[in-house]
């Protein structure tokens, strides 16, 4: 460390005491950390810890979200003599949150939320004489959710001054969304999420009843089928 201060270290030496203005006295007089003794990860973060602006504090109105939900439906209903009442259904819902701050309390890293999520419903009902009745469904659902989508603070982890994929460093394995990893001080973090994931959801199901009335007795029986397909692909680290 003395090469990096400039001015001899003496072993346990204090690193700042109360009142200490002097390298002869603590390690760091005036309890500041000279630039030249500062890690290179620290000299390229810096940029992203704001000023502060209320004291030694940052506070902030800026971190609003922003909801956009987009839906809607439509329903065709054809009736036939041959098939019966053959109903079609289909519903679609496109959502977005936008979080200036991410998962922080400082600017600089935002991070969008959204999913789209969509239904569609075949139905056919058709009765055989005035005693039978037949109710065959047929549906899909899907869901796609992406969660934690960094829109900012990207680029290689070597760029912000780590030691990437080396003994002792850091691994990048998020790809195309490695960035500023997430960082945590005392009263703020910085950084992109720990885990940005998406969630893809199919369910297809198919369900049958058929009824009948045989003198004062009514019977209904029927089955349903339906099978849930839920990959949620996570990566490590951001």
């Known amino acids: 460390i003395c090469n990096e201060l400039g001015y001899p270290v003496s072993n346990g030496e204090a690193y700042y005491t109360a009142g200490c203005t002097s390298s002869t006295a603590c390690v760091f007089p005036n ?4 630039q030249s003794a500062w890690s290179a990860p620290a000299q390229a ?6 000023t502060p602006t209320v004291g030694s504090v940052f506070i ?7 909801t956009r939900d987009d839906l809607f439906s439509g329903r065709i209903d054809i009736n036939t003599n041959m098939l019966g009442n053959i109903s079609a259904y289909y519903f679609f819902d496109d959502d977005a949150i936008h979080k200036p701050f991410g998962g922080n309390n400082v600017p600089g890293f935002p991070t969008l939320d959204g999913g789209r999520s969509q239904l569609f419903v075949i139905s056919d009902t058709k009765s055989f004489g005035p005693d039978a009745l037949n109710e065959l469904h047929l549906s899909f659902t899907r869901h796609v959710a992406h969660n934690n989508e960094p829109l900012a603070g990207f680029g290689k982890l070597s760029s912000f001054g ?11 394995e998020a790809g195309a969304l490695e960035g500023v990893p997430a960082i945590d001080f005392n009263a703020f973090t910085i950084g992109n999420p720990v885990v940005a994931y998406n969630r893809y959801e199919n369910t297809p199901s198919v369900a049958d009843n058929f009824a009948r009335v045989i003198g004062t007795h009514s019977l209904k029986f029927g089955g349903i089928y ?3 397909d839920f990959p949620e692909p996570i990566p490590l680290a951001v």
Do not use: R
Not at 31 to 34: D, T, V, W
Not at 162 to 172: L, M, R, S
């Open 60 to 66: 902030s109105n800026d971190n609003v979200f922003h």
């Open 45 to 50: 973060l810096l940029k992203y810890i704001p």
């Open 226 to 228: 339906w099978f849930n």
């Open 31 to 34: 309890a500041i950390i000279p």
């Open 162 to 172: 780590f030691a990437e994929n080396q003994p002792g460093g850091i691994v990048g």
